[in-house]
C-alpha cells in the first residue's frame, strides 16, 4: 500500500508563493509519474503539473511560467513550487503516485489565495 501525505499548503495573498510537498512511503513496484491536482470549489479536479518517469513534464496551461514541479531521486518527495499566486489558483491539492497502473491520491492540502 502507498501513502502519499502532502504538505506546504496555508493562505497568501495574491503574487505571493508557496512550495508544496508530497511524501511518498510503502511499497511503490514501478512508478510511471507523479503529479499535483487541485479542486476549488465546486469545480472538477484538474491537473496543475505532472512528471513522468521518462523525464516529460507537464503544466496545466493557466500554471505555466508561474509553478514548477520537481521531486527529489528516489521519488519520495514530490514538490510543487508556486509563484505569482492568483486568487483563481485557490482550491485544495492532491499529489497523485502512478505505479504499475494503479493511482494513489494523498489526503490535499488547502491553499488560499485571497487578500
Known amino acids: 500500500q502507498v501513502h502519499l501525505v502532502e504538505s506546504g499548503g496555508g493562505l497568501v495573498q495574491p503574487g505571493g508563493s508557496l512550495r508544496l510537498s508530497c511524501a511518498a512511503s510503502?511499497?511503490?513496484?514501478?512508478?510511471?509519474?507523479m503529479g499535483w491536482y487541485r479542486q476549488a470549489p465546486g469545480k472538477q479536479r484538474e491537473m496543475v503539473a505532472r512528471?513522468?518517469?521518462?523525464?516529460?513534464?507537464t503544466y496545466a496551461d493557466s500554471v505555466k511560467g508561474r509553478f514548477t514541479i520537481s521531486r527529489d531521486g528516489a521519488w519520495k518527495t514530490l514538490y510543487l513550487q508556486m509563484n505569482s499566486l492568483k486568487a483563481e489558483d485557490t482550491g485544495v491539492y492532491y499529489c497523485?503516485?502512478?505505479?504499475?497502473?494503479?493511482?494513489?491520491w494523498g489526503q490535499g492540502t488547502q491553499v488560499t489565495v485571497s487578500s
Open positions: 497523485k503516485l502512478e505505479d504499475s497502473g494503479a493511482n494513489y
Open positions: 510503502g511499497r511503490i513496484y514501478r512508478i510511471t509519474g
Open positions: 512528471t513522468a518517469s521518462g523525464g516529460t513534464t
